[in-house]
């Protein structure tokens, strides 16, 4: 089985069997969902771009939810959330910061993975884990685009993984950190499009041009148990709608 380890196709039905989807969505998406979500395996966290006027009633509604949602084998970890230093970032990077660090103690709270949005913050982001001695918090990097220094650093850290996406196919900086870092840390996404067949194209690539596997099914079965480790549970336990 394929793993698309994150993607944001809101509200869609898995058609494909061979291919297990994790959706990802955004805190204020799910006040507004008339439908349950949890149907599909999910990860739920509030994006920095998204932060509220209103931070810390918007962080007590997340965290009462994730409260009494946290046991649902479907919801597999917190976020996306993190810190962006980019121009689609509105709020302040001192409110994101505090933010994002109350969803890291809840991550750890509730023994859930994270997984970070991180654009041109990645020395924040160690730093802010490193404060709040999180250092063995199972934490993914989704659409993971850093250069070999950042990626030495993370490294160091076993409970770091990297998700890389659809840029993979084109970009050469990301093909060779991809081969530096060991598979049993490594996910592949599709992030803003659903596309089975991109999805395939990551494994494809990464077997036939970057040579990490012998092949595609290979491949699939390192991922597969990666999946298995860091959300402690058999895939055959998640409903894939």
């Known amino acids: 089985m394929l793993i698309n380890f994150h993607t944001h196709s809101q509200y869609s039905t898995p058609t494909n069997s061979e291919i297990l989807k994790i959706y990802s969505y955004d805190f204020y998406e799910i006040t ?6 949890f149907n599909i395996p999910v990860t739920i966290g509030i994006h920095p771009w998204y932060i509220s006027g209103d931070f810390e009633f918007q962080l007590k509604q997340f965290i009462d939810f994730v409260n009494k949602t946290m046991n649902n084998n479907n919801f597999l970890a917190i976020g996306e959330c993190g810190l962006d230093r980019s121009s689609h970032a509105i709020m302040p990077f001192e409110i994101q910061t505090i933010v994002f660090a109350e969803q890291l103690k809840l991550a750890n709270k509730i023994n859930k993975p994270i997984i970070v949005h991180c654009i041109k913050s990645y020395p924040e982001v160690i730093k802010l884990r490193k404060d709040l001695n999180l250092q063995h918090l199972t934490m ?39 081969k530096k870092i ?26 036939n041009e970057l040579k ?16 298995t480790h860091i959300f402690k549970i ?8």
């Open 182 to 207: 060991p598979l049993n840390q490594i996910f592949f996404e599709t992030d803003n499009i659903d596309d089975d067949i991109k999805l395939a194209q990551l494994y494809q690539f990464a077997v």
């Open 140 to 178: 993914i990097f989704h659409n993971y685009n850093a250069n070999e220094q950042i990626t030495n650093e993370l490294l160091k850290n076993k409970n770091n993984y990297f998700s890389f996406g659809i840029q993979l196919l084109e970009n050469k900086k990301l093909q060779s950190l991809l």
């Open 234 to 241: 058999g895939i055959d336990s998640i409903n894939n709608g």
């Open 212 to 227: 990490v596997a012998d092949n595609v099914r290979t491949l699939s079965y390192i991922i597969e148990d990666n999946f």
């Open 32 to 37: 507004r969902a008339k439908e349950n979500l």
